[in-house]
Nanobody, 124 residues
Framework: QVQLLESGGGLVQAGGSLRLSCTVS????????MGWFRQAPGKEREGVSC????????YYTNSVKGRFTISKDNTNNTLYLHMNSLKPEDTGMYYC?????????????????WGQGTQVTVSS
């Protein structure tokens, strides 16, 4: 059974930091490209950041470039998202996702394998 378990969300003031973690089991994590997607109330779901299976290629949506860093720990089957200089517009439910396709640093498409999500709320 595939499980993607997110943690690390919470309430933080603007300018603060959070680190999201996703512990993965039931799939070949080493050979999997992974990513973080988010959905804010009333908005469409968007890809925040993805990393390919080698860890050498990453994608970031424009609004988080320079503030967020994605990393993949193959030893512990864990995906991370380090979020700095958080803004109120970063508020949303963040999901750990197995990536279906990834085109270099330009695009990232999710598979049907998603975690349950962790809530991030940034107050102004």
């Amino acid at each position: 059974q595939v499980q993607l378990l997110e943690s690390g969300g919470g309430l933080v003031q603007a300018g603060g930091s959070l680190r999201l973690s996703c512990t993965v089991s039931g799939l070949n994590f080493v050979d999997s490209s992974m990513g973080w997607f988010r959905q804010a109330p009333g908005k469409e779901r968007e890809g925040v950041s993805c990393v390919d299976w080698t860890g050498s290629s990453t994608y970031y949506t424009n609004s988080v470039k320079g503030r967020f860093t994605i990393s993949k720990d193959n030893t512990n089957n864990t995906l991370y998202l380090h979020m700095n200089s958080l803004k109120p517009e970063d508020t949303g439910m963040y999901y750990c996702v197995k990536v279906q396709t990834m085109i270099g640093g330009h695009n990232c498409h999710p598979s049907k394998t998603w975690g349950q999500g962790t809530q991030v709320t940034v107050s102004s």
